[in-house]
């Protein structure tokens, strides 16, 4: 699903004022009825995750983790069953997974001998049940599952959802014959920083030459995209020569604009492959 930039704002702004709930994506789903559940999530995703660095700083100053913590122990002591971690996470506007991190923190430095590694606290979130205490183990489950942009359930699901077009494109390719080096097959000749596929003999798509292409299961926004130029695009098209980049969930037109430098985007696997074939002397 290709936006205009126009469209992407109009969507973007109905999101300004809304929770990062379920509820909240059903009813941007009844907005756009046009656009793909898949593209919403996705940019009803990217759009919290810049509204939460923006905030960052502030939930995490001491004056604001020993409130939460008073509020939390507060809360518990009156109703420990009851969602005071969630509850307080929105209303604060901070993603619960989050808000659950802080907490879990300030709890083990009170608990601990010895102020917690972040793999401990990695490990107790990604497993509540290693926390040792049953209040706050169940406060964080609540957080964790109740989170659809942040925490370890997510990352979970985004992880196999990159995984899953990885291998949708890999089938893709091997259905049109094109020979390729995968990611794996490329750090093992040495490369550090490589696409998802090489082509080993290039292809042209709308009239550009492509030798690489690389996958994202995700919509492309300004943000994210200029992100991605500079840390991985560029980077390829210096040591590999032009290549494609599919937006599985969309992306901006106007973003498109750097074909004639060698960076194309599509928003699917394109149907108009031309193999170059080498001539026979």
């Not at 789903?29 to 898949?38: I, L, R, T």
């Not at 913590?69 to 009851?82: H, I, M």
């Not at 994202?216 to 991605?228: I, L, N, P, Q, V």
């Amino acid at each position: 699903m290709i936006l205009t930039k126009a469209q992407y704002d109009e969507i973007a702004q109905c999101l300004v004022s809304v929770p990062p709930t379920r509820q909240s994506l059903r009813k941007l789903k009844q907005m756009f009825p046009s656009q793909s559940q898949a593209t919403l999530l996705s940019i009803f995703s990217q759009e919290y995750q810049k509204h939460i660095k923006r905030t960052h700083a502030k939930h995490h100053t001491s004056e604001a983790i020993e409130t939460y913590y008073q509020r939390y122990l507060n809360g518990v002591g009156r109703n420990g069953t009851a969602p005071v971690l969630l509850e307080l996470a929105n209303e604060v506007d901070y993603a619960p997974s989050l808000m659950a991190r802080i907490i879990l923190e300030r709890f083990l430095q009170e608990h601990e001998e010895m102020p917690p590694s972040k793999s401990v606290i990695n490990s107790m979130l990604r497993d509540p049940s290693q926390i040792p205490d049953g209040v706050l183990a169940n406060q964080v489950y609540q957080c964790i599952v109740n989170d659809c942009c942040y925490g370890p359930l997510v990352d979970c699901i985004k992880h196999a959802i990159g995984h899953e077009h990885e291998v949708l494109l890999r089938d893709l390719l091997l259905e049109k014959n094109l020979s390729f080096l995968d990611e794996d097959q490329l750090r093992a000749k040495g490369y550090d920083k490589t696409p998802d596929f090489i082509l080993q003999v290039p292809v042209a798509v709308e009239g550009h030459i492509i030798h690489w292409i690389e996958s994202k299961a995700s919509f492309g926004d300004e943000c994210s995209h200029h992100a991605y130029l500079h840390d991985q695009f560029w980077s390829y098209w210096n040591r590999f020569g032009p290549g494609l980049v599919i937006y599985w969930y969309g992306f901006i037109q106007e973003l498109d604009c750097n074909r004639e430098r060698g960076i194309l985007l599509k928003a699917c696997f394109p149907t108009d492959i031309v193999t170059l074939c080498h001539s026979i002397a």
